[in-house]
């Protein structure tokens, strides 16, 4: 169990408002001082979160990285969390749904993810994330403003609720929200980072495989996600609780 939040939901909101402009590496800086190991990057390994995991690497923050893997993750994710390891020398926790797949398929029948995606979501991605979360202070995302209209009012940082019925609240640090697609590709380049390679094939926001399909041009990043149904958000920045 983390230890208790010591910041009050107006000291939050005024460093939302003093850290907005600030770099990633300030914010990142911030979030290490203020609850050290409390503090974690979680990362599906989209290009705003490697660009934050380098900032942090490069500058010697030793914040802990974690993912969750669904069971439903392309190869290519895979693969690349392990390349994304030795390209920055760390190891990133891989948190991992309660049921398998087995399990989910026996209680809920095949391919829950064609008829009920929100429920599929909830078990493979939020709850996991949920026990996450509890054992920390601060989640830090790479969630960017441009990504969407559901995300285009995303604080740098943020009082969120994860568990509405325990009370139970983190702090969300958002070092990425300005930063536009374009920067975010310029930087990886520049710095010769590992990517995912269904990027080059016109993928943007890259999910689990039944759910993930490209997207083409003038589209959101996130179109590509949940094709046929009205959802556009696997639920951890949405079904988890709010922001306060
Ligand atoms: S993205 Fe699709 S497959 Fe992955 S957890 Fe959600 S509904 Fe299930």
């Not at 690349?80 to 399990?103: C, D, H, M, W, Y």
């Not at 391919?111 to 054992?135: A, E, F, G, T």
């Not at 958002?174 to 697609?181: A, I």
């Amino acid at each position: 169990m983390a230890p208790v939040l010591s910041l009050a939901p107006s000291e939050i909101h005024a460093l939302a408002t003093d850290f907005d402009r600030a770099s990633p590496t300030e914010i990142l800086r911030w979030a290490y001082e203020e609850f050290g190991t409390n503090a974690a990057i979680g990362t599906s390994f989209q290009g705003a979160g490697l660009v934050a995991i380098h900032h942090a690497v490069q500058n010697g923050i030793p914040l802990p990285v974690f993912t969750i893997d669904t069971d439903l993750l392309f190869d290519e994710t895979l693969e690349l969390k392990t390349r994304v390891e030795t390209f920055f020398g760390l190891q990133i926790e891989a948190i991992s749904p309660e049921i398998s797949l087995q399990q989910q398929e026996a209680e809920f029948g095949p391919q829950l993810w064609k008829r009920n995606p929100d429920l599929c979501c909830i078990q493979r991605k939020v709850w996991p994330l949920q026990k996450k979360l509890r054992s920390l202070n601060a989640w830090v995302t790479g969630v960017r403003r441009g990504e969407s209209e559901h995300r285009s009012n995303v604080q740098v940082i943020e009082l969120y609720e994860f568990d509405r019925l325990l009370e139970q609240r983190i702090i969300k640090v958002n070092p990425m929200t300005h930063w536009s697609r374009e920067a975010i590709w310029n930087y990886i380049r520049k710095h010769g980072i590992p990517y995912n390679p269904l990027t080059d094939r016109g993928y943007r926001s890259i999910g689990c495989r039944p759910c993930t399909r490209p997207v083409t041009s003038g589209e959101d990043d996130r179109a590509g996600r949940w094709i046929g149904f009205d959802k556009t958000e696997c639920g951890i920045h949405t079904f988890l609780g709010e922001n306060i």
